[in-house]
């Protein structure tokens, strides 16, 4: 199975029910996915609103308008892949959206798709029933000018290992962003504090990038200065020393996805946004990966303080620690004002 990982009318009372038990297919294997609609789930807090949807499954979806969360339960065989069907209004930054299962947080996602795409949590779930909980902490609204928003339309465990079509567009990349404050911004992003995206904007991630599209081909960006490259090293650097202190193997560098790193902290540093690249798999491909992770940041702040602040959120850690991968590529831009944008690409070759 190919992995990608990137970890705002009226409040509608929402009675859950039964699960379906759904076969799916792939490349020869068999797997079993429990769904659950969103229109099915319990509003907890906030503005949340059940609306038809002609692209969504069944017809209907959940619009979350503010701050806030909705539950569910589903009763689900062993499973390995949890699911969300999700899209965001993009505003001043993507939506984020906190998933916890039986209570525990497994990821941060930032919802950059426009679109609706599937972003994918490993994990392992025993047999029995489990209570999904989706949020939206990061709501942004400005009157006349834009608002922020997160749309849910189902959570799917999925159990077996599929091997032929990959989970599409989904990333469970951690987006943060540095903010050279110690503040932990919803919206992804980190901040040299903790944050898995801080207001500097790491979800998953899974991501179809709102305003900024990249391509799977990076861009000729230049050699990085020696500054540059010192800062790169450092950080490249650290992750191993935190690596080795969790008994993991250290990464090598891939040129392929350093050269993608650096190009999309150039890419964002230009546009002035912290967002997740929605071509993740393409790059997987190009780089001859069989799994993909994503970290990014910004803020006023050295490669300690970068590092620090995606080891100090749950999600971009899980990603500097996964055993899994094997290969590392890390990228900077700098402004003008010297704020610097930093992308981590994480592979299993």
């Given at each position: 199975?190919?992995?990608?990982?990137?970890?705002?009318?009226?409040?509608?009372?929402?009675?859950?029910?039964?699960?379906?038990?759904?076969?799916?297919?792939?490349?020869?294997?068999?797997?079993?996915?429990?769904?659950?609609?969103?229109?099915?789930?319990?509003?907890?807090?906030?503005?949340?609103?059940?609306?038809?949807?002609?692209?969504a499954s069944g017809g209907r979806a959940l619009a979350?308008?503010?701050?806030?969360?909705?539950?569910?339960?589903?009763?689900?065989?062993?499973?390995?892949?949890?699911?969300?069907?999700?899209?965001?209004?993009?505003?001043?930054?993507?939506?984020?959206?906190?998933?916890?299962?039986?209570?525990?947080?497994?990821?941060?996602?930032?919802?950059?798709?426009?679109?609706?795409?599937?972003?994918?949590?490993?994990?392992?779930?025993?047999?029995?029933?489990?209570?999904?909980?989706?949020?939206?902490?990061?709501?942004?609204?400005?009157?006349?000018?834009?608002?922020?928003?997160?749309?849910?339309?189902?959570?799917?465990?999925?159990?077996?290992?599929?091997?032929?079509?990959?989970?599409?567009?989904?990333?469970?990349?951690?987006?943060?962003?540095?903010?050279?404050?110690?503040?932990?911004?919803?919206?992804?992003?980190?901040?040299?504090?903790?944050?898995?995206?801080?207001?500097?904007?790491?979800?998953?991630?899974?991501?179809?990038?709102?305003?900024?599209?990249?391509?799977?081909?990076?861009?000729?960006?230049?050699?990085?200065?020696?500054?540059d490259a010192a800062y790169v090293a450092r950080i490249?650097?650290?992750?191993?020393?935190?690596?080795?202190?969790?008994?993991?193997?250290?990464?090598?560098?891939?040129?392929?996805?350093?050269?993608?790193?650096?190009?999309?902290?150039?890419?964002?540093?230009?546009?002035?946004?912290?967002?997740?690249?929605?071509?993740?798999?393409?790059?997987?491909?190009?780089?001859?990966?069989?799994?993909?992770?994503?970290?990014?940041?910004?803020?006023?702040?050295?490669?300690?303080?970068?590092?620090?602040?995606?080891?100090?959120?749950?999600?971009?850690?899980?990603?500097?620690?996964?055993?899994?991968?094997?290969?590392?590529?890390?990228?900077?831009?700098?402004?003008?004002?010297?704020?610097?944008?930093?992308?981590?690409?994480?592979?299993?070759?």
């Open positions: 199975m190919t992995l990608i990982r990137h970890r705002s009318l009226l409040a509608v009372p929402l009675v859950l029910a039964a699960a379906a038990v759904l076969p799916v297919s792939s490349a020869g294997a068999a797997t079993t996915s429990v769904s659950l609609e969103a229109e099915r789930m319990t509003v907890l807090s906030g503005r949340v609103v059940s609306y038809g949807d002609a692209a979350m308008l503010s701050n806030g969360a909705v539950t569910g339960t589903v009763t689900t065989p062993q499973a390995q892949v949890l699911v969300l069907r999700v899209r965001g209004d993009q505003f001043q930054g993507a939506p984020q959206a906190v998933v916890r299962v039986d209570g525990r947080q497994v990821s941060t996602l930032s919802v950059s798709a426009t679109r609706w795409a599937d972003f994918a949590i490993r994990g392992s779930w025993a047999p029995g029933r489990h209570s999904v909980q989706v949020s939206y902490p990061n709501d942004r609204w400005v009157s006349g000018v834009g608002d922020r928003n997160l749309r849910l339309d189902r959570v799917t465990f999925v159990s077996g290992t599929p091997t032929s079509t990959p989970i599409p567009s989904s990333t469970v990349t951690p987006s943060s962003t540095v903010t050279p404050s110690s503040t932990v911004t919803p919206s992804s992003t980190v901040t040299p504090s903790s944050t898995a995206t801080p207001s500097t904007t790491s979800t998953p991630s899974t991501t179809a990038t709102p305003s900024t599209s990249a391509t799977a081909s990076p861009s000729t960006t230049g050699t990085p200065t020696s500054a490249v650097e650290l992750v191993n020393l935190e690596r080795a202190k969790a008994g993991l193997r250290a990464l090598a560098v891939s040129p392929c996805a350093e050269r993608y790193a650096r190009e999309w902290s150039a890419s964002m540093a230009a546009s002035g946004q912290l967002v997740h690249r929605s071509d993740l798999g393409a790059v997987m491909r190009d780089c001859g990966a069989r799994a993909i992770g994503e970290n990014i940041a910004y803020g006023n702040v050295t490669a300690d303080e970068m590092m620090a602040m995606w080891m100090g959120s749950t999600g971009h850690r899980e990603n500097i620690l996964n055993p899994s991968y094997t290969h590392i590529g890390v990228g900077i831009s700098r402004t003008s004002t010297g704020r610097v944008y930093g992308t981590q690409n994480f592979l299993t070759l």
